[in-house]
């Protein structure tokens, strides 16, 4: 049942995310079938259902575009195949040497970002077919919302109200739970087909269909024929950028769906299903396929217990594909377009916004680099943009890391507080000087960190109760807790620190530290320096420096103003 719950949806979906990507509704089917039965022989997913999806038919169409090639023209679906070709052998190399992680490093913000502007992009691209106007193929949204609005008064009315009508059936039925049951995009297919045809509205009322669909499938196609070399090398970064989005997409559906039913997404064979889902489907007229979360949730919800759902699925498809096809002659491009807006408007994530106001105003940056970027600026720029703004805000942050001194306030007992300079003249072990640092050391937070422990120490050593105290012995003792690698640049500024502190005559010291971080210390040649540096324990440092604890420390005459220079 789930399989052909799932076959009736995606056969007008495919159709219309088809145009959606600049190709006719036919390769739609070829792409909802192909990759369903290639799933089906080795993706380990139950759930997942994998197919054409609107965000990836809009990066097919930019990247095929931005070669200089209309939909139009004859060269054009060797192009779309060529892209896909391309991104099936990226997937499969990041599968095979392991490094899909990658996709991990392109956090939520950027990819809610990113899909919010495809949303509207998308959503402005079907206008053509709800307005029954002419609109350019465009990736930026200033040219489509100009072209809008010098053609809205050459609206087809009665197309625009067959639109309307579709999406808002849909929408309706999609929000009832009383009526999940009810084959909607078969019943709006049926109906819209056979007012066209009776009514005449193709003549009369000047509503565009679809027109002859092929029946049967293409011979195989060889999308590198009289491919240059140049054009190959244009298309590798687009391909990559495509390759993501589909790992992206694909994967964590997979495991949202996996995680609801107990079972475990098996990361390498998604790579290989994924990716002979793409490298197959381009010889025989499939463009670039992705999980569709949609349709994943349908088959879900109606019970799908195995991957065998996509096969029947995709049987149903290669049926309508050998017999069904005449039967959509008079299908109206309007409602392939009442499809599309019904299933995209949900991809606008405004409730990101809201979260990220709340939770992280720095990553809204980082969503709104991604939405403007992309709708502005286009498909690809907007995806390098955002990225590249995650990347630097990322190094910005762990630029400055939290740096904070701590100490025990009570000498039995073993808590650590945070101090200020004040307080650590206060407590239990006022020539301790345990530094905190909430983040790896690395090149981009080493000078802050070197800079601010040495500000402490002078202002520290400058202060009357430093000079007031039983012992000079001060110790700086880093707390390497939250510290999981040191890379060479800040092993080069810790032996500077290490430097500094001697001219001072502040002994260093490292605890808490890691097997990682120890081995830096060794190779790096800092142990031959100072070998009993690293510790294992607080109180080493007290009895490696001879430390008189002092008690009743409230009682002398301090000048506390020294301590806020």
Not at 220 to 244: C, F, R
Not at 347 to 376: H, M, N
Not at 473 to 484: G, K, Q, V
């Amino acid at each position: 049942m789930a399989g052909l719950t799932v076959g009736i949806m995606v056969i007008p979906q495919g159709m219309a995310y088809a145009t959606i990507a600049g190709l006719p509704p036919i390769y739609g089917l070829y792409t909802a079938f192909i990759p369903s039965v290639l799933y089906f022989l080795f993706g380990s997913s139950k759930h997942l259902v994998v197919g054409p999806t609107a965000v990836v038919s809009l990066m097919i169409e930019s990247a095929a575009s931005s070669s200089g090639l209309h939909p139009s023209e004859p060269g054009y679906p060797q192009m779309v195949f060529l892209i896909t070709l391309m991104s099936g052998i990226f997937l499969f190399i990041l599968g095979i040497t392991q490094v899909g992680y990658l996709a991990n490093l392109i956090s939520h913000p950027v990819i809610s970002g990113f899909t919010s502007a495809a949303a509207f992009l998308i959503g402005f691209s079907q206008l053509k077919h709800l307005f029954g106007i002419s609109m350019p193929r465009d990736s930026t949204i200033i040219p489509l919302v100009k072209h809008f609005v010098n053609n809205v008064e050459d609206t087809n009315g009665w197309c625009l109200l067959m639109g309307l009508i579709g999406t808002t059936i849909i929408i309706l039925f999609k929000v009832s739970k009383k009526t999940k049951w009810i084959p909607v995009p078969l019943f709006l297919v049926v109906v819209s087909i056979l007012l066209t045809k009776y009514l005449k509205l193709d003549e009369i009322a000047h509503i565009k269909i679809v027109g002859t669909i092929p029946k049967g499938f293409l011979p195989p196609i060889n999308p590198l024929n009289n491919i240059s070399e140049s054009k190959l090398l244009k298309l590798i970064p687009v391909s990559i950028q495509i390759s993501l989005v589909i790992v992206m997409e694909s994967v964590s559906i997979g495991k949202t769906f996996a995680a609801k039913s107990g079972y475990t997404l098996q990361a390498t064979m998604e790579f290989i299903a994924l990716s002979l889902s793409n490298i197959v489907g381009s010889f025989f007229g499939s463009y670039a396929c992705a999980g569709s979360f949609t349709r994943t949730a349908v088959n879900h919800n109606s019970g799908a217990k195995s991957p065998l759902s996509n096969l029947i699925s995709g049987i149903l498809v290669m049926f309508t594909i050998l017999v069904l096809t005449p039967l959509f002659y008079f299908l109206p491009y309007t409602i392939l377009a009442a499809f599309v807006l019904s299933a995209v408007y949900k991809l606008f994530d405004y409730q990101e916004i809201i979260f990220l106001w709340r939770v992280k105003k720095r990553d809204l940056i980082v969503w709104l680099s991604a939405f403007l970027g992309t709708l502005f600026l286009g498909i690809e720029l907007g995806i390098l943009i955002s990225i590249a703004m995650s990347f630097f805000i990322v190094v910005v942050a762990s630029s400055f890391p939290t740096i904070s001194i701590i100490g025990k306030t009570d000498p039995e007992d073993n808590k650590f507080v945070k101090l200020d300079l004040v307080e650590l003249a206060k407590s239990a072990h006022p020539n301790i000087m345990i530094i905190l640092i909430e983040e790896s050391i690395s090149y981009a937070n080493i000078h802050v960190f070197k800079e601010k422990c040495l500000r402490y120490l002078v202002k520290y050593k400058r202060s009357q109760r430093y000079k007031t105290m039983d012992s000079s012995n001060l110790i700086l003792l880093i707390d390497a807790t939250h510290i999981n690698e040191v890379d060479s640049t800040g092993m080069h500024g810790l032996k500077e620190l290490y430097g500094l502190c001697d001219e001072l005559g502040v002994s260093m010291y490292m605890m808490n530290y890691n097997k990682d971080v120890r081995k830096s210390f060794e190779k790096s040649g800092l142990l031959k320096l100072h070998p009993s540096m690293l510790v294992e324990r607080f109180e080493e440092v007290a009895e490696l420096c001879g430390e008189i604890l002092l008690g009743n420390i409230e009682e002398r005459n301090i000048n506390w103003k020294a301590y806020l220079l």
